[in-house]
T-cell receptor, first 114, second 112 residues
Framework: AQSVTQPDIHITVSEGASLELRCNYS??????LFWYVQSPGQGLQLLLKYFSGDTLVQGIKGFEAEFKRSQSSFNLRKPSVHWSDAAEYFC????????????FGDGTTLTVKP | DGGITQSPKYLFRKEGQNVTLSCEQNLNHDAMYWYRQDPGQGLRLIYYSQIVNDFQKGDIAEGYSVSREKKESFPLTVTSAQKNPTAFYLCASRGLDQETQYFGPGTRLLVL
């Protein structure tokens, strides 16, 4: 069975500081990995995804993530955080089989200090 | 513009009442999904459908029902059997030749 762990429930960073959100997954084969962002009361917006190839993937809003198979991780990074990045972030693992179902982590809430 | 719409944005349910949440997409996606989101938790899968007139239970289907009569529509009914329905409900869709799910804006269900 596939699973996702986001170890940090809540992270606070200062505006302009760098950010790293952790994600660990469990999956039997090569996973499809996703990061989504959710603003309060809104749906989820896709930030980036990894299926194969280059293990460093670029996404929208200046985010990037690195797939590390040996560590079963897919951490999200941003070099300089903006106040508008405050939101909840979800990591997900999925597959093209299994009806395309994805399993989501419990999320990490990001607070940005001025 | 292509996308996924959910209505209403807020829905109030009385005890013993069934309510239906709407999800419509014009992305020509074959697969559609319903998730429930509770505070501090991730998304949990309620039901999903890969083609018209077919759907499968997810992890927490008890107290919910769905239909898929049209490709564009996947309504979710929260029945009176669901004893704790207060949550944020998200609908998503996916093309069968794609790997990514795209989400609607959500419906918040509250119990009066």
């Amino acid at each position: 069975a596939q699973s996702v762990t986001q170890p940090d429930i809540h992270i606070t960073v200062s505006e302009g500081a760098s950010l790293e959100l952790r994600c660990n997954y469990s999956y039997g084969a090569t996973p499809y990995l996703f990061w989504y962002v959710q603003s309060p009361g809104q749906g989820l917006q896709l930030l980036l995804k990894y299926f194969s190839g280059d293990t460093l993937v670029q996404g929208i809003k200046g985010f990037e993530a690195e797939f590390k198979r040996s560590q079963s991780s897919f951490n999200l990074r941003k070099p300089s955080v903006h106040w508008s990045d405050a939101a909840e972030y979800f990591c997900a693992v999925g597959a093209n089989t299994n009806a395309g179902k994805s399993t989501f982590g419990d999320g990490t809430t990001l607070t940005v200090k001025p | 513009d292509g996308g996924i719409t959910q209505s209403p944005k807020y829905l109030f349910r009385k005890e013993g009442q069934n309510v239906t949440l709407s999800c419509e997409q014009n992305l020509n996606h074959d697969a559609m999904y319903w998730y429930r989101q509770d505070p501090g938790q991730g998304l949990r899968l309620i039901y999903y459908s890969q083609i018209v007139n077919d759907f499968q239970k997810g992890d927490i289907a008890e107290g919910y029902s769905v239909s898929r009569e049209k490709k564009e529509s996947f309504p979710l009914t929260v029945t009176s059997a669901q004893k704790n329905p207060t949550a944020f409900y998200l609908c998503a869709s996916r093309g069968l030749d794609q790997e990514t799910q795209y989400f609607g804006p959500g419906t918040r269900l509250l119990v009066l």
